[in-house]
Nanobody, 122 residues
Framework: QLQLMESGGGLVQSGGSLRLSCSAS????????IGWFRQAPGKEREGVSC????????NYSDSVKGRFTISRDNTWNTVSLQMNSLKPEDTAVYYC???????????????WGQGTQVTVSS
């Protein structure tokens, strides 16, 4: 069974940092673009960042650019999202997702994780 699992969420004060991880089971991430998304209560899901299968191309939303860094380790079959200078408006459930290939961040994703809660207190 092909699955993604997020970890690393939690409660942090404004200005703090968290590192989210996305791990895969049942498949190797090597040929997959991985995206991070988030959904806050009452809001639509939004794309946060994505990384190409090789790791050579990354993309960030304007709201997190300069604060978040996406990276991947294909040896360990994981993708990480380092989140620094967190703000209360970053509070959301964060999801990772994957699709086979490299067609940018906006195409439909095939697999989704269950999500991990990130709460930033002011």
């Amino acid at each position: 069974q092909l699955q993604l699992m997020e970890s690393g969420g939690g409660l942090v004060q404004s200005g703090g940092s968290l590192r989210l991880s996305c791990s895969a089971s049942g498949f190797m991430m090597d040929y997959y673009t991985i995206g991070w998304f988030r959904q806050a209560p009452g809001k639509e899901r939004e794309g946060v960042s994505c990384i190409s299968s090789s790791g050579g191309s990354t993309n960030y939303s304007d709201s997190v650019k300069g604060r978040f860094t996406i990276s991947r380790d294909n040896t360990w079959n994981t993708v990480s999202l380092q989140m620094n200078s967190l703000k209360p408006e970053d509070t959301a459930v964060y999801y990772c997702a994957a699709y086979y290939g490299d067609s940018g961040c906006s195409r439909p994703y095939d697999f989704w994780g269950q999500g991990t809660q990130v709460t930033v207190s002011s």
